[in-house]
């Protein structure tokens, strides 16, 4: 995809705070989802965002936060072309290597048996990823899904 269908004008937006409860994973999944629903999206890319802004709502408590609460932050951009952009950040305690944390199977929290599949996760359900970090500073993933010509 160029990176040109990911810079287009936004004509709407949504913000939403959250604290790093597993209880507010859910909410963070349907309001996303809710809100992209205005591009008339297929059920099928519905689940795939719901699935992306799971696993990235799910870093955010189990990884950045650990033992504590902190806030998760969630900003929807939807722009001319029928993408969403979805950022979802944490001021959390970051990620020492980014390249390392997205392999597959590299986890920080193996004891709890995770799988070190989000970040794959993540990318596999969007057209486009990114992820920034500062140890001590926060994360921040920012994923594009391009929705597709509906047939009428």
């Known amino acids: 995809m160029k990176s040109t269908k990911f810079s287009g004008r936004v004509i709407n937006k949504m913000q939403l705070k959250l604290p790093s409860l597993s209880a507010n994973e859910g909410m963070a999944r349907a309001a996303v989802a809710a ?3 205005q591009l008339d999206p ?3 890319e519905l689940a795939d965002v719901k699935c992306a ?7 955010c408590i189990v990884h950045a936060y650990r033992l504590s609460e902190g806030l998760i932050y969630i900003t929807v ?33 193996a004891q709890s048996e995770r799988s070190g599949m989000g970040f794959t ?32």
């Open 35 to 37: 809100f992209c629903a």
């Open 42 to 44: 297929s059920g099928v």
């Open 53 to 59: 802004v799971s696993e990235a709502v799910t870093n």
């Open 77 to 109: 951009s939807l722009l001319e072309g029928r993408v969403a952009k979805i950022e979802i950040r944490d001021r959390g305690c970051g990620i020492v290597n980014v390249k390392e944390a997205r392999q597959p199977l590299f986890t920080t929290d």
């Open 121 to 152: 996760v993540m990318e596999s359900f969007t057209d486009k990823m990114s992820v920034t970090s500062r140890v001590g500073g926060g994360t921040k993933i920012t994923m594009y899904k391009v929705f597709r010509e509906r047939a009428t």
